[in-house]
């Protein structure tokens, strides 16, 4: 698999995919970039590199939509709850429970829920658009300030500061 490191906004992600498809972003951790699985190779090229400069795009504030091969690894259960993401429009939000009905089983918003922890394409597959019944933000990989930053960004109040 190749990888590359992206520096966004909210920390340096790690991008890894083969020459098909992108098929992991990952956060950083602890402040420091994900490491990369040993038998992985530094190469910005193909659908990797494309990834890179689509999300770059995305931080600009010049991409809502990705136009990327994916292929995440995951149960069936999974990849349709993924698939469901990928049709919440940039700059909204919908329920776990939402998600749910979307998926076809309105009573799994918990399953739904540890689906979207398990997302191995965040950003991408915009898991950060899915938020608790009440409106609050809940569980994210990458945090709840990532989460946050997102959605600001996607709102169009990125760099903005309340007051």
């Known amino acids: 698999m190749n990888y590359t490191y992206l520096e966004t906004p909210i920390g340096t992600l790690l991008i890894a995919g083969d020459e098909e498809a992108v098929r992991r972003i ?22 990797v590199g494309e990834a890179a ?8 504030g010049k991409r809502q939509r990705f ?3 994916l292929a ?4 069936a259960f999974q990849r349709g709850v993924w698939r469901r ?7 909204q939000t919908i329920s776990y429970g939402e998600l749910a009905k ?6 799994a918003s918990r399953a739904v829920g540890a689906a979207n922890g398990q997302n191995p394409i965040p950003i ?6 899915v938020i608790g019944a009440n409106g609050k933000l809940t569980g994210f990989g990458g945090g709840l300030p990532v989460k946050e930053a997102l959605l ?12």
């Open 67 to 69: 136009d990327l091969p």
């Open 53 to 60: 400069r689509q999300l770059r795009e995305y931080f600009a």
């Open 72 to 75: 995440p690894e995951g149960t």
């Open 124 to 129: 991408v597959i915009p898991c950060h658009r």
């Open 85 to 91: 993401l990928r049709e919440i429009p940039y700059g």
């Open 26 to 47: 990952e956060f950083p951790k602890n402040g420091k970039p994900a490491a990369p699985q040993p038998s992985w190779r530094l190469s910005p090229r193909g659908p």
């Open 152 to 163: 600001r960004l996607e709102s169009g109040q990125a760099g903005r500061t309340a007051g």
């Open 102 to 107: 979307r998926v076809g089983n309105p009573k």
